[in-house]
């Protein structure tokens, strides 16, 4: 059973370029959260989408990132006009739809990340 | 003020060590505490998780919860140099439950020498 899919694991763009970072969740799981890692900074949470919606952007910045979660294919976290402060790792997590009423465990399943790179 | 607060370390033990692993935070709205591990160039997996206050024991790792000091340790015993890692304290509201939106320490770095 595979686990969280990222892709590319290393992405270089110069300033002003686009950078698309994807991740496939694990099989069965419909929720996909994005998280960015700066040097010396722990995870920051980012967006939490299920298929076709999103459900909490709030830590999105306000211009230039996106994400989408499609219902066929990967989620896609888009920064365009990338900028030397973009430099990051992100990361995306999975987890598994909740049952009514069930426990929560606060268990994400983390991708290894994508390590983003502005020249 | 940073919600939580981790103190990066790097922390060094000799092995068979225990070691002890702290976090503050500021957010008594927070319910839920977990510990992730994070190997170099990887990413985190969940450790350990507690609801609320109390202990919580595993093998060789127990996580504590005082909530009304609002601080949450996590102790290894007999420590191993493959526990050499990165340590990252997440909490999380109960209204936040649901959305997997969770808040991270800094994460503490531990070598453990053989």
């Known amino acids: 059973n595979a686990g969280v899919m990222q892709n590319p694991r290393h992405l270089v763009r110069r300033r002003g370029q686009e950078a698309r970072l994807r991740c496939s969740p694990m099989?069965?799981?419909?929720?996909v959260y994005w998280y960015r890692q700066l040097p010396e900074e722990g995870l920051k949470f980012m967006v939490y989408?299920?298929?076709?919606?999103?459900?909490?952007e709030s830590g999105m910045p306000k211009e230039r990132f996106s994400a989408e979660f499609p219902k066929e294919g990967p989620s896609i976290l888009r920064i365009q006009q990338v900028v030397r402060g973009d430099s990051a790792a992100y990361f995306c997590?999975?987890?598994?739809?909740?049952?009514?009423?069930?426990?929560?465990?606060?268990?994400?399943?983390f991708g290894e990340g994508s390590r983003l790179t502005v020249l | 003020q940073k919600e939580v607060e981790q103190d990066p370390g790097p922390l060094s033990v000799p092995e068979g060590a225990i070691v002890s692993l702290n976090c503050t935070y500021s957010n008594s709205a927070f319910q839920y505490f977990m510990w992730y591990r994070q190997y170099s160039r990887k990413g985190p997996e969940l450790l350990m998780y507690t609801y609320s206050s109390g202990n919580k024991e595993d093998g060789r790792f127990t996580a504590q919860v005082d909530k009304s000091s609002k601080y949450i340790s996590l102790f290894i015993r007999d420590s191993q140099p493959s526990d050499s890692a990165t340590y990252l304290c997440?909490?999380?509201?109960?209204?936040?439950?649901?959305?997997?939106?969770?808040?991270f320490g800094q994460g503490t770095t531990l070598q453990v020498k053989p």
């Open positions: 099989k069965g799981h419909s929720h």
């Open positions: 989408l299920q298929k076709e919606n999103i459900i909490d």
């Open positions: 997440a909490m999380s509201a109960t209204r936040d439950g649901n959305t997997g939106k969770l808040i």
């Open positions: 997590a999975s987890s598994p739809p909740r049952l009514a009423g069930g426990p929560y465990t606060g268990e994400l399943f």
